[in-house]
């Protein structure tokens, strides 16, 4: 299984980017993604179970970040809104064990290389 997030960057605040996680070898599980500020331990974003028909957001985002997926393309995206300075991070999507969602990280066995998300004041 194999995981390649991109469209990280620069954004001033209030803008927006939107995150794509392709992934190879398993299509049909849950998908996270999770974010490490620097010197911060890395906590949950959102997830979406197998066929996006259920969501989970942490409060920070909740309202503001939208986790979505197309399984033709095997590619789950993390729309993210009125970003803010303390979104910046590190952002990584992860497969799940299961076809459920889950904030837990270690329900999650694959993860990607992460993408970089820097939000100016």
């Known amino acids: 299984v194999q995981l390649q997030a991109s469209g990280g960057g620069l954004v001033q605040a209030g803008g927006s980017l939107r995150l794509s996680c392709a992934a190879s070898g398993r299509t049909f599980s849950g998908v996270g993604w999770f974010r490490q500020a620097p010197g911060k331990e890395r906590e949950f974003v959102a997830t979406?179970?197998?066929?996006?028909?259920?969501?989970y957001y942490a409060d920070s985002v909740k309202g503001r970040f939208t986790i979505s997926r197309d399984n033709a393309k095997n590619t789950v995206y993390l729309q993210m809104n009125s970003l803010k300075p303390e979104d910046t991070a590190v952002y990584y999507c992860?497969?799940?064990?299961?076809?459920?969602?889950?904030?837990?990280?270690?329900?999650?066995?694959?993860w990607g290389q992460g993408t970089l998300v820097t939000v100016s004041s």
């Open positions: 992860a497969s799940a064990r299961t076809i459920a969602t889950d904030r837990r990280a270690s329900e999650y066995d694959y």
């Open positions: 979406i179970n197998w066929n996006g028909g259920r969501t």
